[in-house]
């Protein structure tokens, strides 16, 4: 004897609710109603193993409830972190995430947005300076879904966007090597800069009364590392790097050669990952609020998908500086 398909009218009926209130909830609308309607729904669905049918849904509804996140390296801390935040606001209104690492890879981004498309998910959250959204712009198959374009520097007002204060970013960096009398620095930045990297580079030599040599440096510890050589031939006295994973190579790759960091060098990083505080000495690095980033991001999409034809919107988060141990007078 074949088991009758549980349905919603089934968990409706237990739960004492209409089929829509059933609906709304299971569909992430849970805020919406009495904590005690919920309750009420959750236990009769659990009660009865009823599984939304999520083919049938999206015939119906014409929405998956899927995100497709694209992010350029998801073994850096910073988008583990940011990920994070944008699932936070995701899965508490009823949406689950593809996430799609590119490795810095145009080609590798592209083919990631086009299988998004094919997999009909409701929007994209581009966080990767690996694809940039003026790509982007010339799909014509990418022209119906919601884009939010993360931490960088708006190209276009077509989509929305949401990033960080970069340039203020790197004067905070310059007014406190100013303050502790550094006069030659060195920053390292990757050569092909995606804009908002290019602005916290532009924040700092705008603002650094000194000299400064701009050393070309992936954004890795790895390459932080093997820089170590190339800074010990110049006059620098303080290293900002353009985020924290270099600054952690270059901890790695002075401490190979004897130098000690803030004695011979000072140093400074960009981000504020978690790791900053527990290397030693302790980081000194500009703080991006990144779990903020994600919820903000993750906030503007769902409202862009509940309103297609609103104006495009531009968040613009503050961050700030954290002075740790890792900067002294030269």
Same mark, same amino acid.
């Given at each position: 004897m074949?088991?009758?398909?549980?349905?919603?009218?089934d968990v409706a009926k237990q739960s004492g609710v209409s089929i829509t209130t059933v609906s709304q909830i299971l569909n992430g609308k849970k805020h919406q109603f009495h904590?005690?309607?919920?309750k009420k729904v959750l236990q009769a669905q659990e009660e009865l193993g009823y599984a939304p049918d999520y083919f049938a849904r999206r015939m119906v509804m014409k929405k998956s409830l899927t995100i497709g996140i694209i992010v350029p390296d998801i073994t850096n801390p910073f988008f583990a972190t940011l990920v994070k935040g944008i699932e936070d606001?995701?899965? /508490? /209104?009823?949406?689950?995430?593809i996430l799609c690492n590119?490795?810095?890879?145009?080609?590798k981004g592209k083919k990631a947005i086009e299988a998004l498309n094919h997999r009909g998910v409701d929007g994209v959250i581009l966080? /990767? /300076?690996? +694809?940039?959204?003026?790509?982007?712009?010339?799909?014509?198959l990418l022209q119906k879904i919601p884009i939010i374009e993360l931490d960088q520097q708006v190209t276009t007002q077509t989509f929305d966007s949401v990033r960080t204060d970069d340039y203020r970013g790197g004067e905070l960096v310059a007014t406190l090597l100013n303050d502790t009398k550094h006069k030659q620095a060195v920053a390292l930045f990757p050569k092909d800069m995606s804009p908002n +990297?290019?602005?916290?580079?532009?924040?700092?030599?705008?603002?650094?009364?000194?000299?400064?040599?701009v050393l070309p440096t992936e954004l890795s510890k790895q390459s932080g590392k093997e820089m170590v050589r190339t800074i010990l031939n110049t006059n620098a006295t303080a290293i900002f790097a353009a985020n924290d994973e270099i600054a952690f190579g270059v901890y790695a790759g002075l401490s190979e050669v004897g130098k000690k960091v803030p004695d011979d060098y000072s140093v400074v990083g960009y981000d504020n990952i978690e790791m900053s505080e527990y290397v030693y000495p302790p980081?000194?690095?500009?703080?991006?609020? +990144?779990?903020?980033?994600?919820?903000?991001?993750?906030d503007?999409?769902?409202?862009?998908?509940?309103?297609?034809?609103?104006?495009?919107?531009?968040?613009?988060?503050?961050?700030?500086?954290?002075?740790?141990?890792?900067?002294?007078?030269p």
């Open positions: 074949t088991n009758k398909k549980v349905t919603i009218k904590p005690d309607t919920v606001v995701l899965f /508490s /209104s009823g949406f689950m995430t590119v490795d810095m890879n145009l080609t966080a /990767s /300076s690996g +694809i940039s959204i003026t790509e982007v712009l010339n799909q014509e +990297i290019l602005k916290r580079l532009v924040g700092f030599t705008d603002n650094f009364n000194g000299q400064v040599e980081l000194t690095t500009v703080s991006q609020p +990144i779990f903020e980033l994600g919820q903000k991001t993750a503007l999409l769902i409202d862009r998908i509940n309103h297609p034809d609103k104006d495009e919107t531009e968040l613009i988060l503050p961050v700030t500086l954290i002075e740790r141990l890792s900067v002294a007078r």
